[in-house]
């Protein structure tokens, strides 16, 4: 796994004014890939060029809509991350997500993080995208992601509810608004030492208020680095979304 670096900045995301909206370019057809996972670069118009890990499922044969999901990373070390840093990310959950049968498609960040206009244009047109080229379910597309990727799981998903369906912050500093439409299963350890409880509490709270629909799970014994201990989480997290959509 790993050893990543914890973006402390992030967790002072919560009252900040909101974020200019962004531009996002027109999706195109991504080359159609057979099932198992495979690393690939994405040219996004206007960005540049974006590593990305993709996983077709077994179960996926391109007559039955699949759901889809969008996972982001943790943070890293240096400027950029490590080339398909993404693809740990998606090997952390990928127990937690296997129930659901989806398309999971976990992009780099482009140095900086997940709430920089540049890396929200990049993974909100890698979804569209992906729904250009795989026959993909529109009720059932999910933003999850750990630490820095669940800032960017706040953050991006709750700027782009008409695309996402459900969403799944895991150990996340809070980002974005707490105005949500969309169902959110967020997940924190009392023990994370980096991220404080209290601050996910708070806003889980704030988006209730607002009229939201979300739970949030408590974990007990799990440390901020203890990433792929989530996935059993993760998976209970998606059969609540299971039951808000039907």
Request: charged share 15%; with cysteine; glycine share 10%.
């Amino acid at each position: 796994m790993i050893r990543r670096l914890v973006w402390l900045a992030l967790v002072g995301l919560v009252g900040c004014g909101p974020a200019a909206p962004v531009t996002i370019p027109a999706p195109v057809a991504l080359e159609k890939l057979p099932r198992g996972v495979h690393k690939k670069t994405a040219d996004v118009p206007g960005v540049g060029n974006v590593k990305y890990a993709i996983e077709v499922p077994a179960s996926y044969d391109g007559s039955t809509p699949a759901p889809l999901v969008l996972a982001l990373h943790y943070g890293y070390n240096g400027n950029t991350p490590e080339p398909y840093t993404g693809q740990g990310m998606m090997d952390d959950f990928r127990a937690g997500l296997a129930s659901l049968g989806a398309i999971v498609i976990a992009p780099d960040v482009l140095g900086g993080d997940w709430t920089d206009a540049k890396n929200e244009q990049a993974a909100v047109w890698l979804t569209q995208s992906a729904r250009e080229t795989y026959a993909v379910d529109p009720k059932r597309i999910v933003i999850t992601g750990y630490s820095m990727g669940g800032a960017g799981t706040w953050f991006i998903g709750s700027r782009h509810q008409d695309l996402f369906t459900g969403a799944i912050p895991v150990a996340a500093p809070v980002a974005g608004s707490a105005e949500w439409k969309i169902p959110v299963y967020a997940i924190h350890s009392q023990q994370d030492e980096i991220v404080p409880y209290s601050a996910a509490k708070q806003h889980a709270a704030a988006v209730q208020a607002k009229g939201g629909k979300i739970e949030l799970k408590t974990v007990s014994g799990l440390t901020h680095y203890d990433s792929p201990a989530y996935a059993p989480h993760v998976g209970e997290g998606v059969k609540w979304l299971q039951e808000q959509w039907k």
